[in-house]
């Protein structure tokens, strides 16, 4: 596995049943997301009392945070079932009425990124939210006859990475919207450690903060390079992940201090020692690293802003003061960020860029 792998956001599904082990089951077991976890807690149990399904939820924030766990426990606590499915696969709108014809009564219907569901279908989607009831047009043409059919109460739970991508109508109609912030080292820290147990890793305290702050304040990322750490202490040392383990395993893997991997490093290099630290265009930016354009914009640009090491400017992009540092070069007179602000906290700007 490359270090590009290890510090993506995104799931594979080689590590399905890794990550799946490692998931929080209750809402009491969810770590961090104090406010989103309070609050839903509310919502359903509010809802329990009234013996009614609770109000479509919606759950936006970057990947790797939890939507996917939260609307999980949301079934668990509710004691109800839960149908998985996508944006991207329901194409049309007869997809998702099976889906809803199929639903049980107070079923939980999860839809990851939500904003990509296709337009006849999501048009479908705002009767079954708001009256239970889907339109079913059978015939073309003149003959065309539209079929209403009831659907059982269900609560809808929406994530997406792209809250922006939603339109008006569709975000209107859930009743509960929280967004996912990213972890402090503190939180992954206690997250790590729990993993841990789970996985039969011992683990020091010195080792999961190691661990923890080169994870992009992302506990999926926070997992993966903990199994990773443990197959290293496994091979190569007595299997206890401690500070030097850690460290030494995550040498080989390519992943910095600051969490930065090979095309991070790749691009901030490329900013710094051929273009003068910027302004430079995104294209020429990525064939400078061999990289497509997409992967620059969408993989590594949105963590290095946050760092702090890269700057979007309406001339291109521009690398700052700390990213100079950061790569052991001195900042010339001049050079954007040489008297700029420090960098935005990491694990305090909200974002919904993956």
């Not at 997250?191 to 841990?196: E, F, K, T």
């Not at 061999?290 to 620059?296: A, H």
């Not at 700052?320 to 040489?338: D, I, S, V």
């Amino acid at each position: 596995m490359t270090g590009e792998n290890l510090v993506s956001a995104y799931v594979n599904d080689a590590e399905l049943d890794a990550e799946a082990s490692v998931r929080p089951k209750r809402l009491d077991e969810f770590i961090a997301q104090h406010r989103v976890r309070d609050q839903l807690d509310l919502l359903l149990q509010g809802a329990m009392r009234r013996g009614s399904p609770p109000d479509h939820i919606l759950l936006s924030g970057p990947p790797g945070l939890g939507k996917t766990t939260l609307a999980n426990i949301v079934a668990a606590e509710l004691g109800t079932g839960i149908r998985v499915t996508s944006g991207p696969a329901i194409e049309r709108s007869g997809d998702l009425a099976a889906i809803l014809t199929g639903l049980a009564e107070g079923d939980v219907l999860f839809i990851d990124e939500i904003h990509r569901i296709a337009k006849p279908a999501e048009e479908l989607l705002y009767s079954a939210m708001e009256d239970f009831r889907v339109d079913v047009v059978v015939g073309k043409g003149p003959g065309a006859t539209a079929i209403p059919l009831d659907v059982e109460p269900f609560t809808l739970v929406g994530a997406t990475t792209r809250s922006g991508l939603l339109t008006g109508p569709m975000r209107d109609r859930f009743g509960f919207v929280a967004h996912l912030d990213f972890y402090a080292p503190a939180d992954l820290e206690t997250l790590l450690h729990r993993s841990a147990r789970i996985l039969g890793v011992p683990i020091t305290a010195d080792g999961a903060a190691e661990v923890a702050g080169r994870s992009r304040g992302t506990p999926r990322i926070a997992n993966r390079l903990l199994r990773r750490v443990r197959d290293y202490a496994e091979v190569r040392a007595d299997g206890v992940v401690t500070l030097e383990t850690a460290r030494a395993a995550l040498t080989v893997y390519d992943v910095d201090a600051l969490g930065l991997d090979r095309l991070d490093r790749a691009v901030l290099t490329a900013l710094v020692d051929s273009f003068r630290g910027g302004p430079v265009g995104l294209s020429t930016l990525a064939v400078a690293v061999g990289e497509q354009p997409d992967t620059v914009e969408e993989v590594c640009e949105p963590f290095l802003v946050r760092a702090g090491l890269l700057a979007r400017t309406p001339r291109g992009r521009v690398a700052t003061e700390a990213a100079w540092r950061h790569l052991g070069r001195t900042p010339p007179n001049g050079t954007f960020g040489a008297d700029a602000p420090p960098g935005p906290d990491l694990f305090s700007v909200q974002t919904d860029q993956p």
